[in-house]
């Protein structure tokens, strides 16, 4: 699957009570064609990775209000969306109105991504915002039957980027991961929410052999 053939797919996608960044616009925050802004800059991402040698997919669970929704990118809030452009050398453009929303998940995981210079692609189990009928701006779990479209998505991406290996970030993308995949190696993470943050980056330290402690301090 080519990487334009990917993003229109993705992009056609409408589920009650989701949020697809890629076709949708909020009318609170977003500024004028945001949905299509996410999706080039999606295609962009993806065509730069399709390119390169990319070490792993990072994999989260779904994308947050107060990031993915925003940004069109996993795991990437609107203060961290600049460090994920110039990771793969190309232009993200931010469009959302107001200040900067930072989100808890994002900012530690871009501490830790701040020190390794692999190529690392950052995606979710479930690529759209999953939130709570009625409530546009909260947060849920993604479904049995949300699940499934998200790994069949996921498997297109492994096929079309072909990383070296998954990084699965909390129990729900390791379960996904196994799932999907035998021939790659899986790596499991704790996800850093919910007091969890101390043990990531401490496996993270230990897989890439760094340290990041001293950012650590500074995230909040």
């Not at 996608?13 to 064609?33: A, G």
């Not at 996904?176 to 190696?185: D, M, P, Q, R, V």
């Not at 101390?198 to 500074?218: A, G, M, P």
Request: charged share 25%.
């Amino acid at each position: 699957m080519t990487p334009k053939y990917f993003v229109n797919a993705l992009s056609s996608l409408k589920i009650d009570n989701t949020f697809n960044p890629y076709r949708d616009n909020c009318s609170v925050f977003d500024t004028l064609n945001a949905s299509k802004i996410r999706k080039d800059s999606l295609l962009n991402l993806l065509e730069a990775a399709s390119k390169a040698e990319v070490d792993s997919i990072w994999i989260g669970r779904d994308l947050g209000y107060r990031g993915g929704r925003r940004t069109g990118l996993a795991l990437t809030d609107d203060v961290n969306i600049d460090r994920h452009a110039h990771r793969w050398g190309i232009e993200i453009p931010r469009v959302t109105n107001g200040v900067p929303i930072a989100e808890r998940t994002a900012a530690v995981i871009w501490s830790a991504l701040d020190n390794i210079p692999d190529n690392i692609f950052l995606w979710n189990v479930f690529p759209l915002h999953p939130f709570i009928a009625g409530t546009p701006f909260s947060n849920r779990t993604h479904n049995s039957k949300e699940r499934k479209i998200g790994e069949d998505i996921l498997l297109e991406l492994i096929n079309t980027i072909k990383p070296k290996r998954i990084i699965a970030i909390g129990n729900d993308a390791e379960i996904s991961a196994n799932k999907l995949t035998k021939n790659l190696e899986i790596k499991k993470f704790r996800h850093p929410s919910y007091g969890g943050q101390n043990t990531f980056l401490k496996q993270v330290e230990s897989l890439y052999e760094i340290n990041i402690q001293q950012r650590q301090s500074s995230l909040f």
